[in-house]
């Protein structure tokens, strides 16, 4: 049986591009470089956009749940820090509901009520509703 291994060489690429451009602040942080994270803002709501790299593929071939989770959070954060200021998240709770396989993906949060629970829509071939508590 072959292995199946990453790209390296894309791998460090990132990596290095990553470590190379980043800066402590929003959006400029090294995983949002790392990641490759588009930002996009309404008054209130984040949506980051990116293109999944073949090294944040668990081996099923599913993007994965550690990586979206991740990407979640700051998505969450970046919505704070624009509309209140800086947070912490408190509580998350994920549960996933299909397997990604995408090219290309994309997070959408938005506040959902008076408690400041943040939601976050994904659409992959359906859509799925996440509430996050900050």
């Avoid at 791998?11 to 930002?39: D, N, P």
């Avoid at 209130?44 to 790299?53: G, H, M, N, Q, V």
């Avoid at 990586?67 to 959070?73: A, G, L, Q």
């Avoid at 408690?115 to 900050?134: D, F, G």
Wanted: aromatic share 12%.
């Amino acid at each position: 049986m072959s292995e199946k291994k990453i790209n390296l060489d894309a791998a460090r690429q990132a990596f290095e591009s990553a470590a190379s451009e980043h800066s402590q602040e929003f959006e400029l942080f090294f995983l949002s470089k790392f990641y490759g994270l588009h930002y996009f803002y309404t008054d209130k709501t984040c949506e980051i956009t990116f293109e999944p790299k073949e090294f944040s593929f668990n081996p099923q071939g599913s993007l994965h749940g550690g990586v979206i989770t991740t990407i979640m959070d700051i998505s969450m954060g970046h919505l704070l820090k624009k509309t209140q200021g800086a947070g912490v998240t408190l509580e998350i709770k994920v549960q996933f509901m299909k397997a990604l396989k995408v090219v290309n993906a994309s997070v959408l949060v938005d506040f959902l009520g008076a408690e400041k629970v943040l939601r976050l829509w994904h659409q992959s071939y359906l859509m799925q509703m996440v509430n996050c508590a900050l």
